[in-house]
């Protein structure tokens, strides 16, 4: 399998990209911002390559970032979209800027990548993108995580959006809304607050189900929670 994961710096990306490894006939492409802490999964997975992308600036995404994929496949079969960012702060007290690099990252960034890369994927390609339960409608909200929650909820419509559009050409897409999993994000945006499920848990699930989750749905939201946040 041909695998882009976006947002491997750290976090659930990262110990995706590690599980995903494990069979030498996946070939991972992991893109972030932190070049250097991709570049340490490459010297421990010969079947891991580094991308530095910036998904918080889409615009920047058309063209190179696609030359660089097809540099290194000819077609995509599974897309993972995981890059986050959270900022946890009353909706009146968020400035603009932090707003926006929410927007772009959790939802404008991988649209982008989506558009890119749809014409890489063929007939059985799943793409996969990575919501919250603070986003997935009808969940418990909590103060400080409006503009997250309102970016993992656009990025859950979409997914449902575009297996619709995509239908025709063979193409999935799917949608995971995660609970609270113990990241150095939830750490930062959290102080103090221990989640119950480690990233190194939820990964060989995301992995599974990207690997294998096409073959049994397609459109869907899917609660993956033990707490909320």
Request: hydrophobic share 45%.
């Amino acid at each position: 399998m041909n695998i882009i994961v976006n947002g491997g710096s750290r976090g659930i990306g990262r110990e995706v990209a590690l599980c995903l490894s494990q069979d030498i006939n996946n070939q991972i492409i992991v893109t972030g911002r932190n070049i250097k802490a991709l570049n340490t999964l490459s010297l421990r997975s010969p079947n891991i390559d580094a991308l530095e992308t910036d998904l918080s600036k889409p615009e920047e995404l058309y063209g190179t970032f696609r030359d660089k994929i097809q540099s290194h496949f000819d077609q995509v079969d599974i897309v993972i979209n995981m890059a986050g960012s959270l900022v946890s702060r009353d909706f009146v007290e968020i400035e603009e800027w932090e707003a926006r690099l929410m927007m772009e990252t959790n939802f404008f960034g991988p649209a982008a990548i989506i558009r890119v890369l749809k014409p890489l994927m063929k007939k059985g390609s799943h793409i996969l993108n990575i919501s919250s339960m603070g986003g997935f409608q009808g969940s418990v909200k909590f103060r400080g995580l409006s503009y997250y929650s309102a970016s993992k909820a656009a990025i859950a419509c979409l997914s449902e959006c575009l297996a619709v559009e995509f239908k025709d050409s063979g193409i999935s897409v799917n949608c995971i809304a995660l609970g609270a999993v113990q990241t150095e994000m939830l750490a930062e945006a959290f102080p103090g607050y221990k989640a119950p499920v480690s990233a190194a848990e939820i990964a060989p699930f995301i992995s599974y189900f990207a690997l294998n989750g096409q073959k049994f749905m397609n459109g869907k939201i899917i609660p993956v929670a033990v707490n909320n946040p």
